[in-house]
């Protein structure tokens, strides 16, 4: 079965923390998201990765970085949290760089900053 | 540039009852169109997507959606709903070739016995 999993499901920081946040997949696939999920805005794409070690910037990446070592496993990284970066955080993949592959989404990160 | 607009915030459904989700696209030209649903605690999960074709489109869990390109739409249906339905909606646009998808808002449905 398809899994994408994500390190916590629940997660406190303190501002000016430095945070990880870490997404594997088992499927093999080649491209890997990570979305920033709130209500009434739906989901925005924080950062995308095609490839290992190769990536590019969504609609919102300011105040996150990612890593891409190995082919399953995608890192966020959120440099010095700050409160505005309290949210869901969604980790997803696919097989291929078409919109119109299915993404496969994990369960999500709630992270809340204080 | 793509955008999704899901105009309904949250929707209340009797168990049983007929249900009908709106999704309305912006794209310069044929997109790519996704229905995702997100149980709570829970990842989001595909229902269906449209790429071309018969423009009525079914999917898992007994959902439907109707592509009218005239209207810009995409709603999705089900004709009678479960208490397993109650989870927040969301419907998605993509280009024929590339990554990103845009998501609407979200619908939230509660169903009531």
């Known amino acids: 079965d398809v899994k994408v999993t994500q390190s916590s499901r629940y997660l406190v920081k303190r501002t000016g923390e430095k945070v990880f946040l870490e997404c594997v997949q088992d499927?093999?696939?080649?491209?890997m998201f990570w979305y920033r999920q709130d209500p009434g805005l739906g989901l925005r794409l924080i950062y995308f990765s095609y490839d290992v070690k190769m990536k590019e910037k969504g609609d919102i990446p300011e105040g996150y970085s990612v890593s891409r070592e190995k082919k399953e496993r995608f890192s966020l990284i959120l440099e010095s949290a700050s409160t505005n970066q309290t949210s869901m955080y969604l980790c997803?993949?696919?097989?291929?760089?078409?919109?119109?592959?299915?993404?496969?989404f994990g369960p999500g990160t709630r992270l809340t900053v204080t | 540039a793509q955008s999704v607009t899901q105009p309904d915030i949250h929707i209340t459904v009797s168990e049983g009852a007929s249900l009908e989700l709106r999704c309305n696209y912006s794209?310069?030209?044929?997109?790519?169109l996704f229905w995702y649903v997100q149980s709570p605690g829970q990842g989001l999960q595909l229902l269906l997507k449209y790429f071309s074709g018969d423009t009525l489109v079914q999917g898992i869990k007994g959902f439907e959606a109707e592509f009218k390109r005239s209207q810009s739409s995409f709603n999705l249906r089900k004709p009678s709903v479960h208490w397993s339905d109650a989870a927040e909606y969301f419907c998605a646009v993509g280009p024929p070739v590339g990554y990103k998808l845009s998501f609407g808002a979200g619908t939230t449905v509660t169903v009531r016995a």
């Open positions: 794209y310069g030209a044929t997109p790519y």
């Open positions: 499927m093999d696939h080649e491209n």
């Open positions: 997803a993949s696919s097989p291929a760089v078409r919109a119109a592959d299915e993404q496969y």
